[in-house]
């Protein structure tokens, strides 16, 4: 058991919104894993975003690739 604690966040703003209350907690997270083709913006995209959010400019970040875009991509 690695004692983990795990979010999972719907969107974007959520996601954002999960580590800013995280940094004011001092909780701040690991990890974050993300998907390079989200729904509202792309790992990348997201990186970019959260960037502008916060003052901390370093974080432990995988953005995975092996996504599919459509149903029979998979």
Do not use: P
Request: charged letters at 10%; aromatic letters at 8%.
């Amino acid at each position: 058991h690695w004692h983990m604690h795990v979010d999972l966040c719907a969107n974007t703003d959520v996601a954002i919104n999960c580590i800013l209350h995280a940094a004011t907690i001092d909780q701040t997270y690991d990890l974050l894993l993300l998907d390079w083709n989200m729904i509202e913006a792309g790992g990348y995209a997201f990186v970019q975003q959260l960037l502008q959010h916060t003052q901390q400019t370093a974080y432990s970040i995988m953005i995975m690739l092996a996504t599919a875009s459509e149903r029979n991509e998979a």
